[in-house]
Every structure is written in structure tokens, then in C-alpha cells.
């Protein structure tokens, strides 16, 4: 069942990445949280602990969904087509 999950939440960032919805990286995804502009918080599981805590943080301030992937900052650059780590993608507010 955790495959489906991580599945689930790859193929939501593929579909939004098509639509240009996304943010990476740490300082343009926390810049967009301040200002509220952010729906959900993709954190990779190799994310630095700082990032990780900073970034709750704000979801309890700002409300909004933060999902742990499965994946390493490595494997998400590559599923977002970058030719480098990502370790933080927020979804912007539709």
C-alpha cells in the first residue's frame, strides 16, 4: 500500500509539473510560503533536518498539506526532469 502512496504522489507531481504549478527549492518554496501562495509541500526523505523542520513549521502557521516522499533529492530532480537535487517542491495555490 505505501508503493500506491508514493506512486500517487509522483504522478501528482508529474501532472502538475506538466501545468507549471510547481516551485523548487528550498528558498523559492519558502519565499511563496511567507506569502501564502502555497497549496501543499513535497520534502524528500533525505531533505536536511532544518529545511524538514522549518518547513513544519510553517504548515502549522500557514495550513497547508506537507507530504514526506519516498524518494532521495536525487531521484526527484530526475522525476522532475532537472538536472539537479531537489529536495524541497512546493504546489502552488490553483
Sequence with gaps: MAKKKKESNVDEIKKNLEKG???????????SLKLGNIE?????????AEVKKDVMSYSNIGKFEVVELES????????CKKPFS???IGLLRG
Design 21 to 31: 504549478n510547481l516551485i523548487f527549492g528550498t528558498q523559492m518554496t519558502m519565499k
Design 40 to 48: 501543499k509541500v513535497f520534502v524528500t526523505k533525505n531533505c536536511p
Design 72 to 79: 532521495t533529492n536525487e531521484e526527484l530532480g530526475v522525476i
Design 86 to 88: 531537489i529536495s524541497v
